[in-house]
């Protein structure tokens, strides 16, 4: 069953922007792109930066969200994999 697009986690978008942002900058890093690519591919790696950070923002608020008790207070809870 494929999810709609709005409905997809945003955590493989943010793994795949992830992943291509990298590899934008070790092509750049090398040094041997032409001058147009070399700003085409920067431009991208902005974009995926901005979206990634974006992303993170998202995340953060979410996790802010999880942990604030009923008067809205944030109460800091230890991380725990198996706490429920």
């Known amino acids: 069953m494929t999810l709609p697009?709005?409905?997809?986690?945003?955590?493989?978008?943010?793994?795949?922007?992830?992943e291509?942002?990298?590899?934008?900058?070790?092509?750049?890093?090398?040094?041997?792109?032409k001058l147009d690519d070399a700003?085409?591919?920067?431009e991208t790696g902005i974009r995926l930066s901005r979206e990634c950070q974006s992303a993170l923002q998202?995340?953060?608020?979410r996790v802010k969200t999880l942990v604030e008790d009923q008067q809205g207070t944030l109460v800091?809870?230890?991380f725990t994999p198996d706490a429920e």
């Not at 934008?24 to 090398?30: M, N, P, Q, S």
């Not at 700003?39 to 920067?42: E, P, Q």
């Not at 998202?58 to 608020?61: D, F, L, R, T, V």
């Open 5 to 18: 697009s709005s409905e997809k986690p945003a955590t493989i978008d943010f793994e795949q922007s992830l």
């Open 20 to 33: 291509e942002l990298e590899n934008i900058v070790k092509r750049l890093e090398t040094g041997e792109l």
């Open 39 to 42: 700003l085409s591919a920067f």
């Open 58 to 61: 998202e995340a953060e608020q």
């Open 76 to 78: 800091e809870k230890p």
